[in-house]
């Protein structure tokens, strides 16, 4: 009897072993806060999802994402942050400047990765990281250095539109731009062009850009607008329907039917995005990771939408642009 006691336990040691270690081997699977202005699901998660599958994670296996969209109401920002804090994410991502300080507001323990600050002043100004190469405390992430970037914007939207005396500025916040462009008014200067600025009222795109066209306008800069598609949507539509030439920030405004576009890409930025994800998730912490710029910048040039607006774009500008849509 005792012999066969004592098979029996080896008999369920063994079988119970490879369980075990089974168990011992499954992946955690990370929870990853996801925080967005927008309403509906967001481009910006799914290439951020792509840099993120050529690191290795899985969605559904490695990493999981709580996503929680603001229908682009700011007011519900610090709610939805509150939110996912009080879920212990493993990080958040916060996908734009309002939503990266709703999000610290909400938590000063959970790793908060921007993606991507974009707003001013800069983000040490603001109060979020001590400094760029040393941020401290709990934000890190990418400056996609927007403003920094309008004074070439400006002369490449110059160089399309050759005859141009005056040049409009599409800016919710009028007087942010006044505080924060500086070097935008000094450039227009040197290029012996005026600025308009132009403020939509109450969000409508259509009533502000026949402001544009009143103001005798030959074109138009669009500076830091909303990010979520249906912006996106409005903005194109109206200074297409209206025939009025437009430089955006981003490549995906180009690729959905606006003029021009300079700035870093969106396939580039989220791959910055997805590093940081990385490094944090497997130990680091996000106050000694230094917040990064973007080091590529394209030009996409939509040669489509020019005909369609009766432009013939210069050789020389089409032949700089990295990307031409035709």
């Not at 955690?28 to 998660?45: A, E, K, M």
């Not at 992430?141 to 005396?165: C, F, H, T, W, Y």
């Not at 200074?239 to 959905?256: H, L, V």
Request: charged share 25%; aromatic share 6%.
């Amino acid at each position: 009897m005792i012999r066969r006691r004592r098979f029996l336990g080896a008999a369920c040691a063994l079988l119970s072993a490879p369980l075990a270690a089974s168990a011992q081997q499954a992946p955690r699977v990370y929870r990853i806060g996801y925080l967005h202005p927008g309403s509906t699901g967001p481009r910006d998660r799914e290439t951020l999802l792509a840099a993120l599958r050529e690191l290795g994670y899985v969605e559904g296996r490695t990493i999981s994402f709580v996503t929680r969209l603001g229908g682009g109401r700011a007011d519900r920002l610090p709610a939805l942050a509150a939110d996912l804090a009080g879920q212990r994410v493993d990080l958040i991502v916060a996908a734009s400047t309002i939503v990266i300080k709703a999000a610290k507001k909400a938590t000063g323990t959970i790793p908060i990765v921007m993606a991507y600050w974009g707003g001013t002043p800069d983000p040490v100004k603001a109060g979020l990281v001590a400094s760029y190469a040393r941020p401290g405390g709990n934000v890190t992430g990418v400056d996609m250095m927007d403003i920094a970037l309008e004074p070439k914007r400006l002369e490449l939207l110059v160089e399309a539109v050759p005859a141009s005396k005056v040049i409009a500025v599409l800016a919710y916040d009028s007087r942010r731009f006044e505080e924060n462009m500086v070097d935008v008014r000094a450039r227009a200067r040197a290029l012996g062009v005026q600025l308009r600025v132009v403020a939509p009222q109450h969000d409508e795109i259509d009533g502000a850009a026949r402001s544009i066209v009143a103001s005798g306008a030959a074109a138009v800069l669009v500076p830091s607008l909303p990010r979520s598609p249906e912006a996106r949507r409005q903005i194109i539509e109206s200074m297409n329907r209206n025939r009025i030439p437009a430089m955006f920030q981003f490549d995906y405004y180009a690729d959905e039917g606006g003029l021009m576009a300079y700035g870093p890409t969106q396939r580039e930025m989220d791959r910055q995005v997805a590093r940081y994800i990385d490094r944090i998730l497997k130990g680091a912490r996000p106050g000694d990771l230094p917040v990064e710029q973007p080091t590529r910048f394209e030009l996409v040039v939509n040669l489509k939408t020019a005909k369609a607006l009766g432009i013939k774009l210069p050789q020389s500008l089409l032949a700089r642009a990295d990307r031409v849509i035709e």
